[in-house]
C-alpha cells in the first residue's frame, strides 16, 4: 500500500486529536475516529472520516492507531475494556505524561500482543499537516519506519531511540529550555522597565542574547559528554561575581531576584566543590543532583 492507502484510527478527539485525524484526512488516508462524546467527531465526519461506534471496531479498521488522550491511565482504562482486542495491533500513544509512564504503558500494551510506540507532539493544533509541527517518537525503530511514511503526513518526525520514555523526557526537556529562556527574557524585561524601556524595545536585544547562547551548546555539550570543563572563555568564579551583579542591580532597582539568586546558590556549591576555575557546564553536576545533596 502507499501512504495514502493505508487506513489510520484516531482515538480521542480533542483539539489535537482533531488536528490528527484532520492532516491525515487531508492526505488521503482513510480515517476512523472514535471520542467518547459522538458529537466532536462531526466534522471530521463531514470531511469523510467514519465514526465508529466502539474502541473495538476503531482498532479493528486501522493499519496504525493514533491515542490523543487526557493522560496514560486514560489510555489504559479505554484500551483494557472487556470487548477490547489488541493482539495483533500497532499503536502510537501521543497522549502526555511522563517517562515512566510511557515505560510502564509499553509493557503493558506489548503483553497484550500489540506492537507499541510511544511519541510527543511539541506543536499547537493549527500547525499539525505542516513542517512546523515536530512529533517525536520512540519504540522499536522497525516499526516507527514501517509507518514513517503514513506518519509523515502529521509533520516533520523526528525517531529518538527504542526507549519508550524518550519521547517524554525530550518534552520535558525542551519545556524546561522554554521555561527558562522565558523566565530570563521576564527577569531582563523587568529591570528595563525600571529605566523606562519597554519590553517591545528589549526584544530584539534579548532575541540576539538568545541567539548567541544557543551557538554555544554544541561546544558546551562536547564538555559535557568528556567530563572536562576548561574554562575557554570563562571561569564559573568570574560568571559568580556576575551573578553577584545581576541580583545586587535588581534589589536596588526594586526588581525580583529570586531568580539570579538561585543561578548564584549552585554556582556557589559548584565553586565550593571545586569547581570555579572550570567552564560553566560544570554546573551539570548540580542540575544532576537532587536539591540539598
Known amino acids: 500500500m502507499n501512504k495514502t492507502d493505508t487506513p489510520v484510527t484516531v482515538i480521542g478527539l480533542g483539539l489535537m486529536g482533531q488536528a490528527l485525524a484532520g492532516a491525515f484526512l487531508k492526505a488521503g488516508h482513510p480515517t476512523t475516529v472514535w471520542n467518547r462524546t459522538p458529537s466532536k467527531a462531526d466534522q471530521l465526519v463531514a470531511e469523510g472520516a467514519r465514526l465508529a461506534p466502539t474502541i473495538g471496531d476503531a482498532l479493528e479498521e486501522g493499519s496504525l492507531t493514533i491515542i490523543c488522550v487526557t493522560d496514560y491511565q486514560a489510555v489504559q482504562e479505554l484500551l483494557g475494556a472487556s470487548d477490547v482486542e489488541l493482539d495483533g495491533m500497532t499503536l502510537l500513544n501521543l497522549t502526555s505524561g511522563d517517562s515512566a509512564q510511557a515505560r510502564e504503558t509499553a509493557r503493558w500494551v506489548t503483553q497484550r500482543g500489540a506492537r507499541y510506540l510511544d511519541g510527543a507532539i511539541m506543536a499547537v493544533p493549527p500547525t499539525i499537516g505542516t513542517a512546523e509541527a515536530v512529533i517525536l517518537h520512540c519504540g522499536p525503530q522497525a516499526d516507527f519506519e514501517t509507518h514513517k511514511s503514513t506518519l509523515d503526513a502529521l509533520g516533520t518526525l523526528s525517531y529518538l531511540g527504542a526507549d519508550h520514555g524518550l519521547a517524554s523526557l525530550y518534552d520535558v526537556a525542551g519545556l524546561a529550555m522554554m521555561w527558562s529562556v522565558l523566565n530570563a527574557w521576564l527577569q531582563g524585561t523587568a529591570l528595563l522597565r525600571t529605566a523606562g ?26 564538555q559535557i559528554d568528556n567530563n572536562s570543563f576548561p574554562a575557554e572563555v570563562s571561569a564559573l568564579a568570574t560568571d ?8 545586587k542591580e535588581s534589589e536596588a532597582v526594586g526588581v525580583n531576584a529570586e531568580l539570579p539568586k538561585l543561578f548564584k546558590a549552585m554556582a556557589d556549591r559548584s565553586i565550593a566543590a571545586g569547581h570555579g576555575g572550570e567552564q560553566y557546564p560544570v554546573l551539570i553536576e548540580e542540575f544532576g543532583k537532587p536539591r540539598g545533596d
Open 197 to 222: 524601556v519597554d519590553a517591545a524595545t528589549y526584544a530584539p536585544f534579548a532575541r540576539q542574547m538568545a541567539a548567541g547562547v544557543a551557538e554555544w551548546l554544541p561546544g558546551y555539550a562536547e
Open 240 to 247: 559568580a561575581r556576575a551573578m553577584a551583579h545581576l541580583i
